[in-house]
């Protein structure tokens, strides 16, 4: 049963776990990104601006999207766009491995905080390998790697 010291819970999933995730999901693109010579920048929510570092930039509702955005990668081939599309779904993989291996070893206490974070993740993974096209220019993850397989070139990736 719901209960009010479950909106504690509730707002620690929303508004600090989640966001948590989105950003470890993309640092996963941006990362492939700079292995492969690209440009690229992180930008977590909507709305004005709150703050920025470096190439990341927060937004004042930073717990409603996120987007890796990278361009002109030096090796520019079908394996490095897969790899870039797919890098934010392998980190958050990552990240489940690593949480679990240090619960299991002693060094995080096994807390609903880290069981809310593994299942967050996966519902991150999951949606974003869903292929969805939101917009005209926006697709899920899922959709570009299944874009870039079917008819990769460098100039209609995104098509």
């Known amino acids: 049963m719901f209960e009010w010291k479950d909106l504690i819970t509730a707002f620690w999933a929303f508004f600090v776990l989640l966001p948590i995730v989105a950003l470890i999901h993309q640092l996963g693109h941006y990362l492939m990104a700079l292995l492969f010579g690209g440009r690229s920048e992180i930008i977590l929510g909507r709305g004005k601006l709150l703050f920025k570092i470096g190439t990341i930039t927060v937004n004042r509702y930073y717990f409603l999207d996120s987007y890796c955005h990278y361009e002109s990668l ?27 291996l240090f619960i299991i070893i002693g060094w995080l206490p096994e807390t609903q905080f880290f069981y ?6 996966i519902y991150y993974m999951f949606f974003s390998l869903f292929p969805v096209q939101y917009s005209e220019k926006h697709a899920s993850d899922g959709k570009q790697i299944i874009n870039i397989l079917r008819k990769y070139s460098p100039s209609n990736i995104f098509d």
């Open 116 to 121: 809310q974070f593994g299942y967050f993740t």
């Open 74 to 100: 030096r090796k520019n081939t079908r394996l490095t766009h897969l790899l870039v599309h797919g890098g934010g779904v392998l980190l958050n993989l990552i990240s489940i491995l690593l949480v679990n």
